[in-house]
């Protein structure tokens, strides 16, 4: 699978956006990008994913570049529950592919 | 999205002994997963449980420590056996349902 770098931590004031971004270089062409979050110690709960194309939920957005050697994840109005540590992942498709999880970035939400 | 329970949330174990952690899923999946989080460090694999056959580990962790069973398409369980205090940690499972690997809340397990 291929390595992401993340910054590692953020600070974003509540109500605003929160941008978390994520550099995957060396992803192939049957790879996505996940996002997982965990929130102090909690088990990492699923946010969002993609292949090319741009994703939107009711979580988030994520926005992949055209050459997909990048990513942003987008909170639109972060709240302080949205503090934690958020994973970007490069896991292939398919039923035998594991996570493997970096050191993620720690956001952190203010008044 | 995926439902998971584990049973213990937490304990505190003396050194030498053993604990069974056991995960639920509310739905039949495939693919189930043993992931171990030391304190203030990332989320490392252990191994991957398939209904039906033997678990799969990943390096530097062996059956003998950490085995695990997985009787049906819903439960499996994780034994850390003959425990030390490194071996306190962050312990979940995840289960994955189509291309999404879902987790439950972990247990936390100190060793004395």
């Known amino acids: 699978d291929a390595k992401t770098t993340q910054p590692p931590s953020m600070d974003c004031a509540e109500g605003r956006a929160a941008n978390l971004p994520c550099n995957h270089s060396t992803i192939s062409g049957n790879e996505y990008v996940y996002w997982y979050r965990q929130i102090h110690s909690q088990g990492p709960q699923y946010i969002i994913h993609g292949l090319k194309n741009n994703e939107t939920n009711e979580m988030a957005s994520l926005i992949i570049t055209e050459d997909r050697k990048s990513s942003t994840l987008i909170l639109p109005h972060a709240t302080l529950r949205d503090t934690a540590v958020y994973y970007c992942i490069v896991r292939l498709t398919g039923t035998a592919s594991k996570l493997t999880f970096g050191t993620g970035t720690r956001l952190q939400v203010t008044l | 999205s995926a439902v998971i329970s584990q049973k213990p949330s937490r304990d505190i174990c003396q050194r030498g002994t053993s604990l069974t952690i056991q995960c639920q899923v509310d739905?039949?999946?495939?693919?189930m997963f043993w992931y171990r989080q030391q304190p203030g460090q990332s989320l490392t694999l252990i191994a991957t449980a398939n209904q039906g056959s033997e678990a799969t580990y990943e390096s530097g962790f062996v059956i003998d420590k950490f085995p695990i069973s997985r009787p049906n398409l819903t439960f499996s369980t994780l034994t850390v056996s003959n425990m030390s205090p490194e071996d306190s940690s962050i312990y979940l499972c995840?289960?994955?349902?189509?291309?999404?690997?879902?987790f439950g809340p972990g247990t936390r397990l100190t060793v004395l």
């Open positions: 739905s039949q999946v495939t693919m």
């Open positions: 995840s289960a994955q349902r189509t291309d999404t690997q879902y």
